[in-house]
């Protein structure tokens, strides 16, 4: 039995130790370059899990019914999201317990501002995407397949103990889109619940309904990349489709998933004001008032690296306009020490938490309420039982 990895060498040589301010990202360490000390980690590691989302069509080949893609695969060939492959006419992961990334998060840096503020998270990710967005922060992994990345061998029984030894609250499927690795996140999540562990998921939620309500019943809380608010925006810059996103959020409703949503703001591609006021206006009639919004800055990136960052006026426009909506806690992202981070009471007005930068301090917040008032602010405000 090999000799378990201290907390100081778990974490260096994941490669993934930065906490990147303005971007939030994974950088500046790149999990396709060989790190300067790879103990722990093995290059293009895989590990297979039969995976039960999928239909037999004639002879070997399958559909994949994990999300709305339904890729049609070829006995010995992978979907889009280069992780599900058809072997021998069934469908099976190669991305089961080899993450490419981890790392000790503070939970804003999700961004959940409505989920434990102010305590640590351990992030997952593996190689893989289901969606190509043109602004992807973290492409290096999203294109990448399992055998390119350098990976972690992290069962999920191993991971949930290595958060609750490094005093984590949660675990966080994040950075990359959590979807493709499906079955390793339901087994962290449904392992989470015997422990004092949240288990949250951070995704741009292009899933189909069965899957998602397997996820949804062990699921403590979701952060969905609502990235645009037209069909034109999903299928230019997102290789996607924008019905499948709303139907997404609408469902975690359904389940009493505590829901935050995050909207990239591009210059001249999806911060039309009358677009963000059509976009708050669905989110107000069909999730409600209380779903926290966080508008986020977006930096050139991957292929959009000729557009400049979005304007700090225009976030806040866009905050203004959710309010405006009916949308009672708005906020502006990745802009350090911007007042738009902060929570107020929508009641009173009271200032309840306070974020600068990853430092967050609760000020009047007492048991889920506002001290000043007593109304209840919708959230998930304590720890696992």
Same mark, same amino acid.
């Given at each position: 039995?090999?000799?378990?990895?201290?907390?100081?060498? &778990?974490?260096?040589?994941?490669?993934?130790?930065?906490?990147?301010?303005?971007?939030?990202?994974?950088?500046?360490?790149?999990?396709?370059?060989?790190?300067?000390?790879?103990?722990?980690?093995? *290059?293009?590691?895989?590990?297979?899990?039969?995976?039960?989302? &999928?239909?037999?069509?004639?002879?070997?080949?399958?559909?994949?019914? @994990?999300?709305?893609?339904?890729?049609?695969?070829?006995?010995?060939?992978?979907?889009?999201?280069? #992780?599900?492959?058809? @072997?021998?006419? $069934?469908?099976?992961?190669?991305?089961?317990?080899?993450?490419?990334?981890?790392?000790?998060?503070?939970?804003?840096?999700?961004?959940?501002?409505?989920?434990?503020?102010?305590?640590?998270?351990? !992030?997952?990710?593996?190689?893989?995407?289901?969606?190509?967005?043109?602004?992807?922060?973290?492409?290096? #992994?999203?294109?990448? =397949?399992?055998? $390119?990345?350098?990976?972690?061998?992290?069962?999920?029984? $191993?991971?949930?103990?290595?958060?609750? !030894?490094?005093?984590?609250? !949660?675990?966080?499927? %994040?950075?990359?889109?959590?979807?493709?690795?499906?079955?390793?996140?339901?087994?962290?999540?449904?392992?989470?619940?015997? =422990?004092?562990?949240?288990?949250?998921?951070?995704?741009?939620?292009?899933?189909?309904?069965?899957?998602?309500?397997?996820?949804?019943?062990?699921?403590?809380?979701?952060?969905?990349?609502?990235?645009? &608010?037209?069909?034109?925006?999903?299928?230019?810059?997102?290789?996607?489709?924008?019905?499948?996103?709303?139907?997404?959020?609408? =469902? @975690?409703?359904?389940?009493?998933?505590?829901?935050?949503?995050?909207?990239?703001?591009?210059?001249?591609?999806?911060?039309?004001?009358?677009?963000?006021?059509?976009?708050? =206006?669905?989110? &107000?009639?069909?999730?409600?008032?209380?779903?926290?919004?966080?508008?986020?800055?977006?930096?050139?990136?991957?292929?959009?690296? !000729?557009?400049?960052?979005?304007?700090?006026?225009?976030?806040?426009?866009?905050? %203004?306009?959710?309010?405006?909506?009916?949308?009672?806690?708005?906020?502006?992202?990745?802009?350090?020490?911007?007042?738009? *981070?902060?929570?107020?009471?929508?009641?009173?007005?009271?200032?309840?938490?306070?974020?600068?930068?990853?430092?967050?301090?609760?000020?009047?917040?007492?048991?889920?309420?506002?001290?000043?008032?007593?109304?209840?602010?919708?959230?998930?405000?304590?720890?696992?039982?």
């Amino acid at each position: 039995m090999k000799e378990p990895l201290s907390r100081r060498e &778990f974490v260096r040589t994941s490669g993934w130790m930065a906490l990147a301010s303005a971007g939030a990202g994974l950088l500046p360490c790149s999990p396709l370059l060989e790190p300067a000390a790879a103990a722990g980690l093995k *290059k293009g590691w895989v590990n297979r899990r039969k995976s039960p989302y &999928f239909s037999t069509l004639d002879g070997e080949r399958i559909r994949c019914d @994990l999300c709305p893609h339904l890729c049609e695969i070829d006995n010995g060939d992978r979907g889009r999201c280069s #992780v599900r492959e058809n @072997l021998d006419g $069934e469908l099976w992961t190669v991305a089961y317990g080899n993450p490419c990334a981890v790392q000790i998060d503070p939970v804003e840096k999700k961004p959940f501002y409505h989920v434990l503020p102010g305590t640590k998270t351990l !992030s997952l990710a593996t190689a893989g995407c289901n969606l190509h967005c043109k602004s992807c922060l973290n492409w290096e #992994v999203a294109k990448a =397949r399992p055998e $390119e990345t350098y990976n972690h061998e992290l069962p999920p029984s $191993e991971a949930v103990m290595r958060a609750e !030894s490094y005093g984590c609250h !949660s675990i966080a499927c %994040s950075y990359v889109e959590p979807v493709v690795f499906i079955e390793y996140m339901t087994e962290i999540a449904r392992r989470c619940q015997e =422990r004092p562990l949240l288990h949250l998921m951070h995704s741009a939620g292009y899933i189909n309904r069965p899957p998602l309500d397997d996820i949804c019943a062990v699921l403590d809380a979701a952060c969905i990349d609502l990235k645009g &608010f037209t069909e034109d925006f999903y299928r230019d810059l997102v290789d996607g489709s924008l019905a499948p996103v709303l139907a997404t959020l609408k =469902r @975690l409703k359904d389940n009493g998933v505590h829901t935050e949503i995050v909207n990239l703001l591009i210059p001249g591609k999806n911060d039309n004001p009358e677009t963000v006021r059509a976009m708050c =206006r669905w989110i &107000f009639e069909q999730l409600g008032p209380d779903v926290p919004i966080n508008f986020f800055r977006f930096y050139p990136r991957y292929m959009l690296k !000729s557009i400049p960052p979005t304007p700090v006026p225009t976030l806040e426009q866009a905050r %203004s306009v959710a309010m405006e909506a009916g949308l009672r806690y708005a906020y502006i992202a990745n802009v350090p020490e911007h007042p738009g *981070k902060h929570t107020y009471c929508p009641w009173c007005g009271e200032l309840l938490i306070e974020r600068i930068g990853y430092i967050t301090t609760i000020l009047a917040l007492e048991d889920g309420r506002c001290a000043g008032c007593g109304h209840a602010i919708p959230g998930v405000w304590q720890p696992r039982a």
